[in-house]
């Protein structure tokens, strides 16, 4: 239990933060997509280091609840509500709640993200699961690659990085917009460029399902423009997560730093692009 004199300091340590940002982000709110751990999980934790409200998602209430906790303890303005991303009724529920409680939203990052291409059947993963056993990590190279790739997990992988993120921007941008302050944050992935279209990473589904994505940011970051919502795709880097594996140079903390900057750009900032260490990457 951490003493209420802790949490104290914390939200001291909140407003000098806010100060230090020069944005005022009192009052503001922001969706977090999938975010009971891994990178979802730390953007919750520096956004609401920042003062942000945030409202940390994920599709298994006991989960997101005791992630909510953690982050309550330290001091970070928190609520939990259930979404699956795959499911209409969750995200107008979840909509219903925001306009409810606090009658805007100013952030949206879309992380909620799977990579199944590495063969792990839908059976074994929710064995695992109710096993309570750790799941087997999913390599690079262990999958079929494009010709072999089994179309549902191509459907499956579409439902979720895809999907789920359009979906989420259909719902919440109109309000950002009406209201003239928006800032969504797609979380790509650098295997979803272009240029690395090739048949080595042997994750096809994954890959097409972040370039899809990206066509998602630039036509949603056109549909705002002009509105004050800003609206930018963003490679988090390779990270130490369940999708990452444990071999990955670099922390969630790490991962976090360029969507938080994006989520808290001022009014000017840059919409329609693809941003790795905040720097502008091709599409
Ligand atoms: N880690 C990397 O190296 C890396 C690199 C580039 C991009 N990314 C991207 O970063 C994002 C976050 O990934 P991560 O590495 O933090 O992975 P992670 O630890 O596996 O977390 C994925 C999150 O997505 C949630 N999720 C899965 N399906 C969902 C659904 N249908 N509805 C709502 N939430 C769902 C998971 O919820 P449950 O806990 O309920 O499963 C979990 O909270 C993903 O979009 C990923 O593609 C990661």
């Known amino acids: 239990m951490i003493k209420s004199i802790d949490v104290g300091r914390v939200r001291h340590r909140n407003r000098l933060n806010m100060k230090k940002t020069g944005s005022d982000t009192h009052n503001r709110v922001a969706i977090v997509t999938g975010s009971d751990r891994g990178i979802g999980f730390e953007v919750c934790r520096q956004l609401g280091r920042l003062g942000y409200q945030v ?19 330290q001091g970070i303005h928190v609520v939990y509500h259930v979404l699956d991303v795959t499911n209409e009724k969750d995200i107008r529920a979840l909509q219903s709640f925001i306009l ?17 291409d590495g063969g ?43 999907l789920g993120s359009l979906r989420m921007c259909q719902v919440f941008v109109p309000l950002m917009m009406k209201a003239g302050y928006g800032r969504v944050v797609n979380v790509s992935s650098r295997l979803g460029q272009l240029d690395s279209m090739t048949d080595a990473e042997k994750v096809p589904a994954y890959q097409m399902s972040k370039t899809a994505l990206n066509a998602v940011t630039l036509m949603v970051a056109d549909a705002a423009r002009g509105t004050n919502v800003l609206v930018n795709s963003v490679c988090p880097g390779w990270t130490r997560t369940d999708i990452g594996g444990p071999e990955a140079p670099q922390s969630t903390e790490e991962a976090a730093r360029t969507i938080l900057w994006l989520a808290t750009h001022p009014d000017g900032g840059p919409t329609g692009g693809f941003f790795y260490n905040k720097k502008r990457i091709d599409w």
Request: one cysteine or more; hydrophobic letters at 40%.
């Open 55 to 73: 409202v940390l998602t994920c599709p298994d209430a006991a989960k997101g609840k005791k992630a909510a906790a953690k982050l309550r303890r």
């Open 100 to 116: 409810k409680k606090f009658g805007h939203v100013d952030v949206l990052v879309n992380n909620a993200g799977v990579m199944i």
């Open 120 to 162: 792990r059947s839908q059976l074994e993963g929710l064995l695992a699961r109710r096993l309570k056993k750790a799941s087997r990590k999913l390599d690079f190279g262990e999958g079929p690659g494009i010709l072999g790739t089994d179309r549902d997990i191509v459907r499956w992988t579409l439902e979720v990085n895809l």
